[in-house]
């Protein structure tokens, strides 16, 4: 599965950091792995599974890494993975550097497959967040996807945004 990579409300980081993403309507947690030094959730909707799904939302914590540098690495990942795989150029901004990439037919599914990917560097910990399709998205699932990722908030001990309250 190319979108192995990314759902809890939240994830600690260091003391003081966390990442708040508030869970999308009709998803439910499909797998949740932890260790010391990396975490994953993937979310599928009501009635799929990791391995049979239509959507999927992750998050993914981990060490420490430029969070360009991560992007241009999984969009590296993905081309090396499935033929004709295209990425967009990695966009930094306020929240985190975004990137969208499209397989055109997964090898292991015989499927087109879609991420749209936010990378976001806290104190000590890298997030990723991420939106898979299993199919190729028009503009509407598009703009769902972005809406989705941009609901995350990273929050420190001195973070005046609501959600972090």
């Given at each position: 599965m190319l979108a192995w990579l990314t759902l809890a409300t939240l994830i600690g980081a260091?003391?003081?950091?966390?990442?708040?993403?508030?869970?999308?309507?009709?998803?439910?947690?499909?797998?949740?792995q932890e260790?010391?030094?990396?975490?994953?959730?993937e979310q599928v909707p009501k009635g799929e599974t990791v391995q049979n799904w239509t959507r999927m939302i992750t998050r993914i914590s981990r060490g420490p890494i430029d969070p360009l540098q991560f992007a241009v690495r999984m969009?590296?990942?993905?081309?090396?993975?499935c033929v004709g795989a295209k990425a967009s150029d990695p966009v930094a901004g306020p929240r985190?550097?975004?990137i969208r990439i499209d397989c055109p037919r997964n090898p292991q599914t015989g499927k087109p497959e879609t991420m749209?990917?936010?990378t976001v560097a806290g104190g000590a910990r890298l997030y990723i967040l991420q939106v898979a399709?299993?199919?190729?998205?028009?503009?509407?699932q598009a703009a769902w996807a972005r809406a989705q990722l941009d609901r995350a908030t990273l929050c420190r001990a001195d973070?005046?945004?609501a959600a972090c309250r």
């Open positions: 260091q003391q003081g950091e966390r990442l708040v993403w508030p869970a999308a309507h009709g998803f439910v947690v499909g797998h949740h260790t010391p030094q990396a975490s994953i959730e969009a590296a990942s993905w081309r090396q993975a985190g550097v975004d749209f990917q936010r399709f299993r199919s190729t998205p028009g503009a509407q973070s005046k945004e």
